[in-house]
């Protein structure tokens, strides 16, 4: 079992809609939770951070946490075409500095 | 958030040799890290880099191939050395800032022939 976990994709939604990607962890003791957004041929760029069960809104992105069923979810309101990308969900343990990635989905956004 | 650059951006370069990439940021930073990111798969952290003591290596990753200096609280370097195809990969710092985030530079494109 990945420590991290996502779907590969690609997701595709028409221009618009919500995007709903999600990512599961399995280490409990997980503490810091990252979106992370890389453009082909970029390095990845902070979305958002998530650390207390719950959502938490940054204009049209919306970051979820559930640790007791270990998953966190990012959605997208609003999709744009600029929004086709990889997501990257990272998490960190606690006590320690290291961020662990999942494989990353694929968004892609239809006009 | 911090500026972070890194040198060169990209590289070709024969099997056998090395390649020395610079990550330089425009804030003091007391955690700095690599990655290496391959060919459509996702990020893997290398060392994590600390100033004024020995590189952390992760698991798989070595000294001797991936050699790591810290001389400052904004200055690293990554050395890939004895270099063959499989290295060929992105290469990313990354430098950690308030809230135990961390923020990437613009990456190293190496290619190994």
């Known amino acids: 079992q990945k420590e991290v976990e996502q779907n590969s994709g690609p997701l595709s939604v028409p221009e618009g809609a919500i995007a709903s990607l999600n990512c599961t962890y399995s280490?409990?003791?997980?503490?810091?939770f990252f979106w992370y957004r890389q453009y082909s041929g970029k390095s990845p760029e902070l979305i958002m951070s998530i650390y207390s069960n719950g959502d938490k809104e940054d204009g049209r992105f919306t970051a979820q946490l559930n640790k007791a069923s270990q998953y966190v979810s990012l959605l997208i309101r609003d999709s744009q075409p600029s929004d086709s990308a990889t997501y990257l969900c990272?998490?960190?343990?606690?006590?320690?500095?290291?961020?662990?990635f999942g494989s990353g989905t694929r968004l892609l956004v239809r006009p | 958030s911090a500026v972070i650059s890194q040198k060169p951006s990209r590289d070709i370069c024969q099997r056998g040799t090395s390649l020395t990439i610079q990550c330089q940021v425009d804030s003091q930073v007391t955690m700095m890290f690599w990655y290496r990111q391959q060919p459509g798969q996702s990020l893997t952290l290398i060392a994590t880099a600390n100033q004024g003591s020995e590189a952390t290596y992760e698991s798989g990753f070595v000294i001797d191939k991936f050699p790591i200096s810290r001389p400052n609280l904004t200055f690293s370097t990554l050395t890939v050395s004895n270099m063959s195809p499989e290295d060929s990969s992105i290469y990313l710092c990354?430098?950690?800032?308030?809230?135990?985030?961390?923020?990437f530079g613009p990456g190293t494109r190496l290619t190994v022939l």
């Open positions: 990354s430098v950690e800032q308030a809230t135990d985030t961390q923020y």
């Open positions: 990272a998490v960190q343990r606690d006590s320690s500095y290291k961020l662990i």
């Open positions: 280490d409990r003791g997980s503490q810091s």
